[in-house]
């Protein structure tokens, strides 16, 4: 019995060993996490939430551009981190003046994160939606969905977006992977 318990929780440990965003790790306590990325002042939001805002510089099509993200840790029941969601925040970068058109924001960044997701991951195991036409999608005024995910280091990364005349969206999210 004891011989299965010492199994069990090194089973357990080696499930979140995976490392993510940032040089954090799936398995991490709260404490760990906010040790981790200091400068991103991580507040706790609820008993498996913490929550960050921060700009991070994006070069799409060659240009240096800020973007507002929201970054959302998740703990499991445990309090081990086992979701990482980043959310650009459409609506701050209109009140900060760094864009006045929403949709063209998240078009810009869109085509810059899926050069540097191909060029990390590779092709996404996993396509849902209309990928190939944000130009379309963002001319048109017409709601149009994408998501693309990827397998990679003991973790699922999914890269997705909406675009939308109401409120365009973009989110990344990384998110440990059980060993199997």
């Known amino acids: 019995m004891r011989v299965l318990s010492l199994s069990l929780l090194m089973m357990s440990s080696t499930l979140y060993a995976q490392t993510t965003w940032k040089g954090l790790k799936f398995g991490m306590n709260r404490i760990e996490v906010v040790k981790t990325i200091p400068d991103y002042q991580l507040t706790p939001i609820s008993d498996t939430q913490m929550l960050s805002k921060v700009d991070f510089i994006l070069n799409p099509a060659g240009m240096n551009a800020y973007y507002p993200f929201t970054v959302r840790t998740n703990f499991d029941a445990g309090g081990r981190l086992d979701i990482v969601m980043l959310n650009l925040d459409t609506a701050d970068m209109v009140r900060q003046k760094k864009s006045n058109d929403e949709g063209a924001a998240v078009a810009l960044a869109v085509f810059g994160l899926d050069t540097q997701f ?13 990928c190939a036409e944000i130009e379309q999608a963002y001319a048109s005024h017409q709601t149009q969905f994408c998501s693309k995910t990827w397998g990679a280091d003991g ?16 989110g990344i999210q990384y998110q440990a992977l059980p060993d199997l």
């Open 118 to 130: 191909a060029a990390k991951y590779g092709a996404p195991s996993k396509v849902e939606g209309n």
């Open 155 to 170: 973790q699922s990364v999914s890269f997705y977006w909406t675009m939308s005349p109401t409120r365009p969206v973009l």
